[in-house]
């Protein structure tokens, strides 16, 4: 199918760049020798989950348990839920486990992680429990040098029904780098915590048996993974106007694009109003703090090419973009099409029901989303 005549607005992925994306990070993984299990939560697509654990044991990270759900019902027998566990989805969680597959849980709780052995003895579901650690994000995980982070893992361990999976963090605060100096900063401080806080576990006779680290932009950044055992990146595989500006990659490599029709211009305004708002951007407002006049996305025409105008402003269906230059502004008329590269790529899929593969220019597949939770 031609780009001209798809349904808008709607996603476009441009599978050659996921697939050198995907390879390009498998790469980093093979070389420093750890397992890779991607984030799909970038995603939440099985097919391009198996581009990217092609070549490893199909290990995955979610971010939902409606995810596990799917991902498990298509082969995927490995899969954390990276997201700390709370006591009203034990039940939910027992029940993917019993359908056949392994699924870890995180916590950075004492007493949920003694609810949760309590729960495993009654359900039988033996799940392995990683402790989250909070490497400098500060949004959830106990601080590498707390009393707790040696209390919880001790805990686990010694625990009848659940078995301690070992320490795992996300660099989240690397989205806060302005340099690319920085970002090897917050890489460098994320694997050293981590490996310093696993060896002092293992000082005190507690055995560590994964310590996971990632985020795209930490993972693109790094010097060497000694000591680290698994990585979890997820947003390199699609990337986005935010990780391109940040310096994680370039924006060839950005995969992800929403393509909008025009529908209305108003030439006294040199104005464009295109009908992708919010719902189909999503709100992120990305690499502001990098770049203030970034808006909601980089308007490029079909071919992928950046016009130099940007998504300034959105409300619920309508993108409205402004300043536009007077060539483009002639040319353009109501029904033209343009491809938005959005802010977040991760919020930008997650609005959608499917993407539109795109290979070559041409529309070859179209794969499904398994949004919900
Ligand atoms: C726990 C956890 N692991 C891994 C990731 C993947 O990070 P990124 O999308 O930066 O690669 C995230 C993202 O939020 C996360 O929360």
Request: aromatic share 6%; proline share 3%.
């Given at each position: 199918?031609?780009?001209?005549?798809?349904?808008?607005?709607?996603?476009?992925?441009?599978?050659?760049?996921?697939?050198a994306n995907?390879?390009?990070?498998?790469?980093?993984?093979?070389?420093?020798?750890?397992?890779?299990?991607?984030?799909?939560?970038?995603?939440?697509?099985?097919?391009?989950?198996?581009?990217?654990?092609?070549?490893?044991?199909?290990?995955?990270?979610?971010?939902?348990?409606?995810?596990?759900?799917?991902?498990?019902?298509?082969?995927?027998?490995?899969?954390?839920?990276?997201?700390?566990?709370?006591?009203?989805k034990?039940?939910?969680?027992?029940?993917?486990?019993?359908?056949?597959v392994?699924?870890?849980?995180?916590?950075?709780?004492?007493?949920?992680?003694?609810?949760l052995?309590?729960?495993?003895?009654?359900?039988?579901?033996?799940f392995?429990?990683?402790?989250?650690?909070?490497?400098?994000?500060?949004?959830?995980?106990?601080?590498?040098?707390?009393?707790m982070?040696?209390?919880?893992?001790?805990?686990?361990?010694?625990?009848?029904?659940?078995?301690?999976?070992?320490?795992?963090?996300?660099?989240?605060?690397?989205?806060?780098?302005?340099?690319?100096?920085?970002?090897?900063?917050?890489?460098r401080?994320?694997?050293?915590?981590?490996?310093?806080?696993?060896?002092?576990?293992?000082?005190?006779?507690?055995?560590?048996?994964?310590?996971s680290?990632?985020s795209?932009?930490?993972?693109?950044?790094?010097?060497?993974?000694?000591?680290?055992?698994?990585?979890r990146?997820?947003?390199?595989?699609?990337?986005?106007?935010?990780?391109?500006?940040?310096?994680?990659?370039?924006?060839?490599?950005t995969?992800?694009?929403v393509?909008?029709?025009?529908?209305?211009?108003?030439?006294?305004?040199?104005?464009?109003?295109?009908?992708a708002?919010?719902?189909?951007?999503?709100?992120?407002?990305?690499?502001?703090?990098?770049?203030?006049?970034?808006?909601?996305?980089?308007?490029?025409?079909?071919?992928?090419?950046?016009?130099?105008?940007?998504?300034?402003?959105?409300?619920?269906?309508?993108?409205?973009?402004?300043?536009?230059?007077?060539?483009?502004?002639?040319?353009?008329?109501?029904?033209?099409?343009?491809?938005?590269?959005?802010?977040?790529s991760?919020?930008?899929?997650?609005?959608?029901?499917?993407?539109?593969?795109?290979?070559n220019?041409?529309?070859?597949?179209?794969?499904?989303?398994?949004?919900?939770?």
């Open positions: 199918m031609l780009i001209e005549t798809a349904r808008t607005p709607s996603l476009l992925l441009d599978i050659n760049r996921v697939r995907a390879a390009r990070l498998a790469g980093v993984a093979k070389q420093n020798n750890v397992r890779l299990r991607p984030h799909i939560k970038t995603h939440k697509c099985i097919e391009v989950a198996r581009i990217q654990t092609k070549g490893f044991d199909g290990a995955v990270t979610v971010s939902t348990l409606a995810e596990a759900k799917a991902f498990a019902a298509s082969g995927f027998t490995d899969i954390t839920y990276a997201v700390p566990i709370e006591p009203g034990f039940g939910e969680a027992s029940k993917i486990a019993r359908s056949g392994k699924l870890n849980l995180l916590t950075d709780d004492l007493a949920t992680a003694r609810a052995d309590e729960h495993a003895r009654k359900a039988g579901t033996p392995d429990v990683f402790v989250k650690i909070d490497c400098g994000t500060h949004r959830v995980g106990v601080e590498p040098d707390s009393e982070a040696v209390m919880i893992p001790r805990m686990i361990s010694d625990a009848k029904n659940i078995k301690f999976a070992g320490i795992l963090t996300h660099a989240g605060h690397s989205y806060d780098a302005r340099t690319v100096e920085e970002i090897k900063g917050v890489a401080h994320e694997r050293d915590v981590m490996v310093e806080l696993a060896a002092r576990l293992r000082g005190m006779g507690i055995e560590v048996p994964t310590v680290i990632g795209t932009p930490t993972m693109n950044h790094i010097d060497h993974l000694e000591g680290i055992d698994e990585i990146p997820g947003n390199y595989i699609f990337f986005d106007n935010f990780q391109a500006t940040l310096g994680s990659c370039s924006f060839q490599d995969a992800l694009t393509l909008a029709a025009v529908i209305h211009k108003d030439l006294d305004h040199k104005k464009i109003v295109i009908d708002g919010g719902i189909a951007m999503s709100k992120d407002r990305g690499p502001v703090g990098l770049d203030p006049s970034c808006g909601y996305g980089r308007v490029l025409d079909l071919a992928g090419v950046d016009t130099g105008s940007r998504l300034t402003s959105v409300s619920q269906e309508h993108g409205v973009i402004t300043d536009v230059g007077e060539e483009m502004l002639h040319r353009t008329k109501v029904g033209d099409r343009f491809r938005i590269l959005a802010n977040h991760c919020m930008t899929a997650a609005q959608h029901t499917h993407y539109n593969v795109l290979e220019g041409e529309i070859v597949d179209r794969w499904a989303i398994l949004r919900g939770w």
